[in-house]
């Protein structure tokens, strides 16, 4: 690229608040086939809040108080979003917090501890079977929930299933118009997530994706990217090499809407928010960060959007586009 070229493309980039890391990240976001978006803080706001609570033993002798005691106890000392939801959805009920001991949180599946010498234990309802802990209980509110887009979280004091919560998050507003308009530019739109199935497919049935990738455990997230990509590594060479094609192919143009799924070497961007996405957006050919997430994943990115609105995906294409224009 013409640095001049590349310099007002960047510079434009930064007006619609996109940081564009490197020339080569700009020349090669047009050639992007799929994109793979991160659920939650990506395509949802990213705020957590807890909507629903029911306890085995209902309301009787302020059981539900108690049990959201033991849970908060535990939660305070996680850093994840849905931790810091149940801390104030509790903060909220006036309840006050226990002293948890032995905290342990499983990426990708949940938390424990132990408070007032009971074990709890609060995450996905495959960890806690996992642990062979039964979880036949509230199938019409799982379902139900589930259906919402809601993230519902199981609750176990001494290996027995005894609470459940819903928790939803929004998604933002410019979600279902971005998703949209990277189909239409040809883009195959994939959705990435730790969440569990049915409340993944709920969520990603509002914006129109059909391609999901759910219960997938943190560090299982840089794998689906390199599978996606063919099993290829990312590197400085293949994204020279790359760039050196689309200069020689003046005839590029973008794939049909709805292309089958990954052909090996079809380059492949990720967009993500959380430390979870980091190792992800690092592999992916064009990593994008939300602005408003944790810096490891802004670090590892080479695109980042500022506010977080997914239209800055589509504005960066066309940035490059344009940029690619300018060189030939
Ligand atoms: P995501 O990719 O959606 O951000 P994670 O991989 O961080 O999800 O976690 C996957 C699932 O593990 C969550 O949807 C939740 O059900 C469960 N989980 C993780 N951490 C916690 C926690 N602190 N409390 C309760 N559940 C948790
Ligand atoms: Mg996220």
Redesign the pocket.
Known sequence: ATPTSVMVGTGKGAENGILIKDATSLEMAHKIKMIVL???GTLTEGKPTVTDFVTVNGTANNNEMKLLQLVAAV?RN?E?P??EAIVNYTRSQQVNFPEAKDFQ?F?????QGVVKNQLVQ???QRWLEELSINTSYFQQYKATWEAAGK?V?WIAVEGKIEGLMGIADALKPSSQDAVKALQKMGLEVVML????RQTAEAIASQVNINNIFAQV??DEKVAVIKSLQGGRGRDKETRRQGDKETRRNKNFSFPTPHSPLPTPHSLVAMVGD?I?DAPALAQADVGFAIGTGTDIAIAASDITLISGDLQGIVTAIKLSRATIRNIR
């Open positions: 991160d659920k939650t939660e996680s994840h849905l931790a949180a990426a990708g599946s949940g938390v609060i995450g996905t993230t979280v997530t730790g969440d569990n455990r943190p959380g979870n």
